[in-house]
């Protein structure tokens, strides 16, 4: 695969197949993991629910279910046992385990959004975001960190009727800020999330979380970016 370090920390993938002439005039964000610091405590409380009720999980499966809505997740996990497992269960545990952790302890924002978010308004690129968690929990946890009325729209995965991998997420995220998927970027740090972005015709752009992206998902990436500082050098580079 050709790729093109732009700067240090920005990698472009397969540039030939996107073309140099891109017009960015929307950027859709995932939350969890990029926006805020949260995909860890997914990870963490998929686990620790999965294995209170008798399915031993490990950490890497529980990071399989990133993003993944009801209809996947609940397939995505079912995979990994030899057994049925109800995953309503299991999904509400987690929620009852993370929910109390979030209360006590709060969340926590992505090094860089604040700057980033600025360098948009200042440019006047619309935002919106594309989470698959519903829209109360998204409104809360922005609310907690300061960013209430941060973003242009927000878009939740229980908007749409199916959820990520598909592209129906992005592609109403883009409609609603008014533009089509082919002129935005969508920032991402799960595999699902960027099948979602890609598969709606946006340019995906991994910011890695807690892992870093095998082959199977660099095949899907338009860049990769160390930060989300970073994009603000990628969109100025594509100005150029």
Known sequence: MNTEQIAQGVLLYDLPKWGREITIKGILFDMDGVILDTEKLYTRFWQE???????????????????????????KMQSYFDV??????????????MNAFIEKEGVELKPGIKELLSYLKEKGIKTAIATSSPIERTEKYLASVGLTGAFDKLISGYMVQKGKPEPDIY?????????????CLAIEDSPSGLLSANRAGCYPVMIPDQDMPTSETEALLFAKADSLEKIIFLLKWLEN
């Open 84 to 97: 049925p497992v109800n995953y309503e269960e299991v999904r509400n545990k987690r929620i009852e385990l």
């Open 171 to 183: 592609e109403l995220a883009a409609k609603e800020i008014g533009f089509t998927p082919q002129e």
């Open 49 to 75: 629910a999965a294995n209170a009720l008798g399915y031993p999980m490990t950490k890497e499966q529980a990071m399989g279910l990133r993003s993944l809505n009801r209809e996947f997740g609940a397939a």
